[in-house]
């Protein structure tokens, strides 16, 4: 069995993170005007706005992606975090998961906050593990979100 690798965005792999995106987003919601902006333009909209994308590659495929989005100096936003259907189920979100918080870690990011839905409980729930706290949510963010969840990272 091949391992997954954890790689970063690169200007080959763009597309990635719209495809994956944009299948989970409408297996469960729909595809918001933020999303297109940011998934049709995600070195202007996320890296250049001093955001991380990542991506999760299996038997030589992209299977799964995650970002970081910079809300502001110290705080990012855990985002546009997919896998594709085939992959789902090897552990590949919670390696993304684990290698955001590190990077999160590693560059002194003091919060990480996530917007999610409660129709999505083992989501929530593995969020909860990871030491996600519940938060106020601000209005007009998402609209399919539902919840807003944050963790202190230092």
């Known amino acids: 069995m091949n391992k997954v690798k954890i790689i970063d965005y690169s200007e080959e792999l ?6 994956l995106n944009v299948e989970w987003l409408q297996k ?3 595809v918001e005007p933020i999303d297109v902006l940011q998934l049709s333009n995600p070195k202007e909209e996320i890296i250049d706005k001093g955001g991380f994308i990542y991506y999760a590659k299996y038997k030589d495929q992209i299977v799964g992606t995650a970002s970081l989005l910079k809300v502001e100096k110290d705080v990012y936003e855990l985002g546009k975090m997919a896998v594709t259907q085939s992959a789902q189920g090897l552990g590949i979100g919670k390696l993304l998961m684990d290698h955001c918080l ?5 560059m002194k990011i003091k919060k990480v906050v996530l917007y999610s839905n409660n129709s999505l409980g083992s989501a929530i729930h593995i969020y909860k593990k990871y030491g996600f706290n519940e938060v106020q949510l601000e209005p007009g963010h998402y ?3 539902n919840i807003k969840m944050e963790k202190i990272i230092c």
């Not at 763009?14 to 495809?19: Q, S």
């Not at 590190?102 to 590693?106: H, I």
């Open 102 to 106: 590190e990077v999160a870690l590693q």
């Open 14 to 19: 763009k597309e990635h993170i719209k495809t």
């Open 143 to 145: 609209e399919r979100a």
């Open 28 to 30: 469960y919601f729909r």
